[in-house]
Structures are given as C-alpha cells and as structure tokens.
C-alpha cells in the first residue's frame, strides 16, 4: 500500500534541474513545496562551509582542486556550471529560512563542529527548531561529534552498504533516523527499522517505478533530484 504521507527532499536542492548545490537549484527545490532539501557541505580553507558536493572544484566549477584548500574569496570567485555561485550553508539557510527541513551531509572532514555552531545559531537567532534540520553523514567521527557537541540535532546515518549497519552505528549516536540508499531496501528491512524506532528516508531516487517501490515499503521520506516526481 502506498504511503500518502511519504516526505519529498530535493537532492542537491533541484539537482534534476538546475546546477547541484546552487541558490538556484534550491530556489527550484523550494517552488515544489518540497519537505525538505538536502545540500552538502565542506570546509573551506578561511573556515566557512561551503555548499558543495565534491571533494574537487573540477566536474563543477571552472576551478581546479580540492575545495577544502580554498579561501571562500577564492571559491566565490568561480564560476559554477551554467554561471552559478558556490553557497555558504548561510546562505542556504537564509534562502530556506524555515519553509522545509534542511539535511545537510557532512561530505568534508572536520564539518561537524562548525555545522553544529551554525545549526544552533539559527536555532537561538532565527527562529529555527532543531526539528528543522537533519545532519546526515557516511563518516563516522563526524556524526560521533555531532553527538558528542549537541544532543538536540536530529542525525541520520547514511549507508551505501548496509541497513544492519546503519541501525548498529545509530545505536551508539542515538540516532533516530537511516539514509539507506534504495537499493539496500526491502519491505521487511523498512519495517524492522520502523518497528525499533527509527525513520528511513531513502536516496537517490529518480525513476517511477523506483519511486512507486520505495513509497509501497512505506519509507518516511524520498530524496530525489526530481522532486515533483514523487
Ligand atoms: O544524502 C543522500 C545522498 O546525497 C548521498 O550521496 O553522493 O549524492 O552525496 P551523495
Ligand atoms: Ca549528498
């Protein structure tokens, strides 16, 4: 049976559409009424986090290495695909202003800590909740400093590889969210996570009949670089 209230997450903001990680691709994402839009997020050489999804500047920008050896000047200073800017996450934040929940992914080294600052100035100086943001990660010490710096931030584990895995780690963060990406899911997984408590939102899914199979298991939320599609 399908499940009406499945949450729909623009990837990458609209990444179907427009420019990965871009103002632009969230804007897109944002006009579909999304539930939540996912970014990720890297630090930067002058200690901001920049909105970005690769470790290298090359398949995206007309730039050259990596993302964490660049000064923020230097990295607004490019051009992404199609003439778009790279985003701080405050930028982000500023655009969404609280009209979905933000996951962001923890894509870089050493992003938890300046995430968690950002996450709960916004919490105490804008208006948001904690229940507006989700950090997800695939990297372990940095969902294990999440924990260990706020207990408020909602965290999701992301796994490429395994369910078992994912509830494992989640136990030790308490974490109450999985990421899984779609091909580790079956009916029966999705419902033995849901029974011990923790929600399941899937990735990357684009295509309809994916999209039908995902919402018949009853996951809690699609992240999609399509979102109208689901
Ligand atoms: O957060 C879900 C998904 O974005 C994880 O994989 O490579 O698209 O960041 P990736
Ligand atoms: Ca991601």
């Known amino acids: 049976m399908q499940n009406a209230s499945t949450r729909v997450f623009g990837h990458r903001g609209a990444k179907g559409y427009l420019a990965e990680n871009t103002i632009e691709s969230i804007e897109k994402a944002l006009s579909f009424n999304v539930d939540g839009i996912e970014i990720d997020v890297h630090l930067c050489a002058s200690g901001e986090l920049v909105v970005f999804h690769d470790f290298t500047l090359d398949r995206m920008t007309n730039g050259t290495g990596e993302v ?55 919490v105490r100086n804008h208006g948001w909740k904690y229940a507006d943001f989700i950090v997800s990660s695939f990297q372990h010490t940095e969902l294990e400093a999440v924990f260990q710096t706020n207990k ?45 408590g923790y929600m399941v939102n899937t990735w990357t899914v684009n295509d309809a009949d994916t999209i039908l199979r995902m919402k018949s298991y009853g996951v809690n939320g699609i992240i999609s670089d399509v979102p109208d599609k689901i």
């Open 152 to 196: 408020n931030i909602p965290i999701a584990v992301l796994t490429k590889a395994s369910v078992t895995e994912a509830i494992e780690l989640a136990e030790t963060i308490e974490a109450k969210i999985i990421h899984p990406n779609y091909a580790l899911l079956t009916r029966d997984n999705v419902k033995l996570a849901q029974n011990m």
């Open 68 to 122: 964490g050896k660049q000064t923020l000047e230097a990295l607004k200073n490019l051009t992404v695909n199609g003439g778009f800017q790279v985003p701080t996450l405050e930028d982000v934040l500023n655009l969404i202003d609280k009209k979905c929940i933000l996951n962001i992914e923890l894509k870089g080294k050493n992003t938890a800590i300046k995430t968690c600052e950002i996450v709960d100035d916004y």
